[in-house]
Every structure is written in structure tokens, then in C-alpha cells.
């Protein structure tokens, strides 16, 4: 693809990051294929190469977003699919986040609109608040339908029931059960923790049972993503608080990974060397960090699962996060760790795309989230599975949401197999 930026815009390095990205394109429309908004609405704008080309035009001319393009780039998923087709290496993850950061600066959204963005950034990042959320959503679930359109789904959605806080989620060590293996930080997160506070624990049974000494680093939250593809800078202070956070865990006993139980917030931790590329202050740690981040299937798959403790056998449909899948490229390892658990593993039609979770994608863009829930739960069902398994929190509600399958994270099927208790949604 040509370019025309001026040597002043080249200037900045974030266009310039830019226009390498739009260079590496050549216009052949795989990404199409595979794009959920362009499979569902048909609508070239909705689609990887229509939005390069909205981007690329609102980046030379250096000018405000307009609406036409704020709703279009609004619409997609940040599935990364596009990047798993495309034959020519385009970056679009990188591209399509600095978009979002410069419609934040330049669009003036609707009131309403940037009253619930705001709300999302600030509550969903922040356990305690958004615990405190989730209360009064679940009083105000009854009278939903009175609210506005806008504001039903994060009603919708939310849960019956709030968990306990689990007592793991504090600073600590845990000691390894077995000799000799690893001593890994391990993000306990935010949201996932409220909603599902189980993975967490599930997690550091498995890790501990596998020789792994435990740190829950002193400092570390939020990952940052929801912020930072919501265009919001605040993104990059979370994320600058865990660097810090695992640097000094690292320096008072070293680490050999930092380990990630919810793939949309890996997919992101391994992207820190990048985000913060052009900061000097904390460049290097940022990279290092990167370097050692891991998905627990990916760090499951370098130890090797112990044998099965408990019988299992059951029938596990596994859905491919798709930040994991396409952020990470991780796509066997899990499946094969489910495997040597001893369940039988089946593989989803249309696995490649997207369920519709996405970060706050299925509370700020409803109507094309439930319909990729239902298309996702269609292609789940037709496997006729007992169980199914995703390694992502997001993925794990909004499928729930349209299933009465038990849909569980795979650690708890490995902790599970492995000695741990059997997931409590799970029938004996």
C-alpha cells in the first residue's frame, strides 16, 4: 500500500510504526474471510482491509475521526484473526490500537457514550469497585428493560451471584509442593478475579502440585487492555505498575516466568516491550517482562503434566481463545495438556472465529457480540460436548451466557485431573 505522510508526521514514531504497518499491506482481501464483522454484516468498512483504509485516511490528513469512521472501527473485535490470514505480515493489532488512541483524542463521542466508556475504564480495572458494581447491577437486573438500550447489557450480563474474594488474591508466596522446577509470578488480574475467583486458586494448585514456587507480587492488577483498546492512556499506567510490580519480585529472588490465566490479558503482557518501545525509563524492564510472560498452557506444556489423579474421561468441547490462538499463536498446547488429563477433546466448527466477549466489546456493542454468542454456541453444541473449556474470562461468561453447558477455564480441568477438586458447576 502507498503512503503519503509528510517528513513531519515520519517525525513522530508512532506514525512512523504506522506507516510501515500500511506498507506491509496489498490490498488482497484474506483477512475478510475471517473477519467476524465482515462474515456477519457483509460491509467492506467492516471488514480488516475496509478499516486499514479508513485508518490510513485519517492518519495522513492528520485530522479529527469522523463518526463514520469511529463506528466502523468501533465494530471490530481486536480478534486478531486478520492477523492469523493475512499472507503479508500486517500488523493490524498495533494498528488498529493506535487508531483507538487517536479517536480518543480527537472524537467528541455522545454524552452517554463517553459517560459508559468512562465507567467501563474506571470500574472494570479496579476489583473492590467493580465488585461494588456488580452488587448494585445484580439489585437494578429486575428493572433492566426500563434503561435505555445502551445501558441494559452490563445488567444483562451481570452475574446471579458474586463470589467470595479468594484468600490467594493477596500479596504472598506459596511455597512448591514438589522440588525442583520454577518460581513464577502469577497475575491474579481484576475482573477474573470477582467474577471467577476459583481459576486463580485452580491456578496455583497446578502450579504448586508441578514444583512451582508462587509469587503474587506486591502491586500488581490490572494488565491495562481494557484501557488501552479502549484508546484511554490509563492503559499504560497499569501496565507500567505490574512492570515495576515483577521487576522487583525478580530482583528479590528472581523469576523464571510471569504467568497469565486469562489470554486477552497475556496477549497483552507479552505486548509491554512494544507499548512502552520509546520510554527510556523502563523500556528494557518492559521487555524483559514480555520475555518471560507465559500462558499457564504454554508453561503447563514446557513442565508436563503430572498423570491423572482422578478419573475424568469426559467430553470437553475446547473453545481457542482468540487471543490466544491468534494473540499468541498458543493452539495446541492446551488441547494436548486436556488430552494427557484424560478427557476427550473435541475441536468446535468455525473455531477460528470469534464468541463476541472481546474485552467490553459485548457491553458496548451488544447486538453483534450476542450474535456471535449464538453462532459460537450453535457450533459448541452441535459436538454435543459435556463440558466446555477456554482459557480466557471473557470467553467463559459470554459463552455461558447462551449455553446451559458447564463452561469452566481448562485449568480447572487440569487442576481437576491432577488431584484438585472437581469445578463446582461441573456435575459428579
Wanted: with cysteine.
Amino acid at each position: 500500500m502507498q503512503t503519503n505522510f509528510t517528513p513531519a508526521q515520519l517525525a513522530d514514531p508512532a506514525i512512523r510504526t504506522a506507516d510501515k504497518i500500511l506498507r506491509a499491506c496489498v490490498h488482497c482481501g484474506f483477512c475478510t474471510a475471517t473477519c467476524p464483522t465482515f462474515v456477519l454484516r457483509g460491509d467492506e468498512l467492516d471488514s480488516p482491509r475496509g478499516r486499514i483504509y479508513l485508518i490510513k485516511d485519517m492518519l495522513e490528513n492528520d485530522r479529527a475521526a469522523s463518526a463514520e469512521e469511529v463506528k466502523h472501527i468501533d465494530r471490530c473485535l481486536s480478534c486478531l484473526s486478520c492477523m492469523t490470514t493475512c499472507p503479508s505480515g500486517v500488523d493490524y493489532m498495533h494498528l488498529v490500537d493506535h487508531a483507538r488512541h487517536h479517536i480518543e483524542r480527537t472524537f467528541r463521542r455522545p454524552l452517554l457514550d463517553r459517560v459508559i466508556r468512562r465507567a467501563f475504564g474506571f470500574v472494570l480495572p479496579r476489583p473492590a469497585i467493580f465488585r461494588a458494581a456488580l452488587n448494585v447491577a445484580k439489585l437494578g437486573k429486575p428493572f433492566a428493560g426500563l434503561l435505555p438500550a445502551r445501558l441494559r447489557a452490563p445488567f444483562a450480563m451481570a452475574p446471579s451471584a458474586i463470589p467470595k474474594a479468594s484468600v490467594w488474591d493477596k500479596p504472598r508466596v506459596i511455597s512448591r509442593q514438589q522440588p525442583n522446577t520454577r518460581r513464577v509470578a502469577l497475575m491474579t488480574g481484576c475482573a477474573q478475579k470477582v467474577l471467577s475467583p476459583q481459576i486463580n486458586e485452580a491456578t496455583i494448585r497446578l502450579l504448586t502440585r508441578h514444583g512451582c514456587e508462587v509469587v503474587i507480587a506486591e502491586g500488581a492488577g490490572c494488565c491495562g487492555a481494557l484501557n488501552h483498546h479502549l484508546g484511554q492512556d490509563e492503559g499504560l499506567t497499569f501496565a507500567r505498575k505490574n512492570i515495576l510490580a515483577w521487576s522487583h519480585a525478580m530482583a528479590s529472588g528472581g523469576l523464571d516466568a510471569v504467568v497469565i490465566n486469562a489470554s486477552g490479558c497475556g496477549t497483552t503482557v507479552k505486548d509491554y516491550g512494544f507499548m512502552f518501545r520509546d520510554d527510556p525509563d523502563i523500556a528494557d524492564k518492559a521487555a524483559e517482562i514480555s520475555s518471560l510472560a507465559r500462558d499457564i498452557t504454554e508453561l503447563m506444556s514446557e513442565i508436563g503434566l503430572m498423570a491423572p489423579a482422578n478419573a475424568t474421561g469426559r467430553r470437553v468441547a475446547y473453545h481457542s481463545a482468540c487471543s490466544l490462538q491468534h494473540g499468541q499463536k498458543i493452539r495446541n498446547e492446551p488441547k494436548q495438556l486436556l488430552k494427557d488429563a484424560g478427557f476427550t477433546v473435541l475441536d468446535p466448527p468455525e473455531g477460528h472465529l470469534c464468541c463476541g466477549s472481546a474485552g467490553t466489546y459485548n457491553l458496548l456493542q451488544p447486538e453483534i457480540a450476542n450474535e456471535l454468542r449464538d453462532r459460537k454456541v450453535a457450533n459448541i453444541e452441535s459436538t454435543r460436548p459435556e463440558i466446555v473449556a477456554a482459557g480466557n474470562i471473557g470467553c467463559i461468561a459470554q459463552i455461558a451466557g447462551g449455553t446451559d453447558l458447564p463452561v469452566v477455564h481448562t485449568v480447572e480441568l487440569l487442576d481437576w485431573a491432577t488431584g484438585g477438586p472437581r469445578p463446582r458447576n461441573i456435575p459428579a
